[in-house]
């Protein structure tokens, strides 16, 4: 198929040990995801959810740029409710000096964790919400393409101001997203790994209605499909890998989340009706099997979205089965000879 593919990673916690362990694997398998041809390195953001350590982005986009030398990286994404635009702003053109050529900016609409986290995180009982993301993002441009004479915050400009913003992307898992990032001429990346819209009709919105801008770097639309995936040369254990991210998908959803449990504690687990429910709701969202019954899947996916890019994010419980799934999945598909993580 020849179809780009890209990582995202939220650095899983795996159940016995640190959460500050999971940056430590984040920055290796970076480094494996750039030996095995991956385009980009994209850095979720969540807060209070005891599975995922990636509450700053912005950091590992600074730890992973430097552990790399070829691979994009950027954030998927920074949620934008949570942060002053011209922090945001800042940031990014300050990660656009250290890494010329290589940053991307994911914007997302949603604060990515509860509505008192929420608060906390932005020092205000008025939090923000995804209503609020148009003069979110009208006011982050401002800080770099300048204010109308009249505006408030005229004449601020984010620092460094000798390199552009980076190429923004804007995340989505509704139709929405696909609308906001057509008006506003940046890429479109659809949550594919829990989005409840569909991907296809998500692309032909962005597609019909994009409008060029600087935004997007010059670039015309471009989709990005995410997609959870799992291979293991053993379809047993790959199916018990699978299981394992079901049980913590479904331990969130009720309202029980935890780290990342391995295999064996799936196995173990007393499952009740409601998590079977869950986990039998969300298969369809990951690609599980051997690396070419994975391929196979994420092929499907990407022609039925109509999609320009894949980006996978992968949870398994130890670091190097996940730096294996990573690798496979992109020898299944073909982007280039590997070498050993």
């Known amino acids: 198929m020849g179809i780009p593919i890209s990582v995202l990673d939220l650095s899983p916690v795996p159940s016995g040990a640190p959460a500050s362990q999971a940056l430590h694997d984040t920055v290796e398998l970076a480094r494996t995801a750039e030996a095995a041809g991956y385009r980009r390195y994209w850095l ?15 950091v590992m986009i600074a730890a992973v740029g430097s552990a790399t030398s070829t691979i994009r990286v950027g954030s998927g994404g920074i949620m934008l409710p949570n942060h002053s635009p011209l922090k945001v702003a ?33 020092r205000s009982h008025e939090a923000l919400t995804a209503d609020d993301f148009p003069d979110q993002f009208s ?6 393409d300048g204010f109308d004479a009249d505006h408030p915050f005229a004449g601020i400009v984010a620092a460094p101001d000798d390199v552009p913003l980076p190429p923004v992307w804007i995340l989505g898992s509704s139709y929405y997203g696909a609308q906001a990032a057509a008006a506003f001429g940046t890429g479109y ?33 471009h989709v990005i499909l995410g997609a959870a995936a799992i291979a293991h040369p053993d379809p047993e254990r790959a199916y018990a890998l699978g299981r394992a ?30 998590e079977e429910h869950i986990a039998r709701s969300m298969a369809s ?38 730096r294996q799934s990573v690798r496979l999945v992109a020898e299944a598909l073909g982007t280039s000879a590997l070498t050993p993580a």
């Open 44 to 58: 979720a953001e969540h807060h209070g959810i005891a599975s995922v350590a990636s509450s700053a982005p912005e």
């Open 90 to 122: 800042e940031t990014f053109r300050a990660l656009a000096g250290l890494f010329p050529d290589r940053v991307d900016l994911g914007l997302g609409r949603a604060p990515g964790t509860d509505p008192r986290t929420a608060i906390a995180l932005r």
């Open 139 to 144: 006011e982050l441009r401002g800080y770099v």
């Open 189 to 221: 990346a659809y949550a594919g790994h829990f989005g409840g819209a569909d991907a296809g009709e998500a692309t032909r919105i962005y597609r019909q209605s994009f409008r060029p801008s600087d935004a997007a770097g010059a670039q015309g639309p």
């Open 245 to 274: 991210n079901a049980l913590s998908m479904a331990r969130l959803r009720t309202g029980n989340p935890g780290p990342l449990p391995s295999p064996e504690e799936a196995l173990a687990h007393d499952w009740s009706a409601a």
């Open 285 to 322: 969202k990951v690609s599980v099997g051997t690396p070419e019954q994975v391929a196979e899947d994420l092929e499907r996916k990407a022609r039925e979205a109509d999609a320009d890019e894949l980006m996978i994010t992968t949870a398994i419980h130890d670091p190097a089965e996940r």
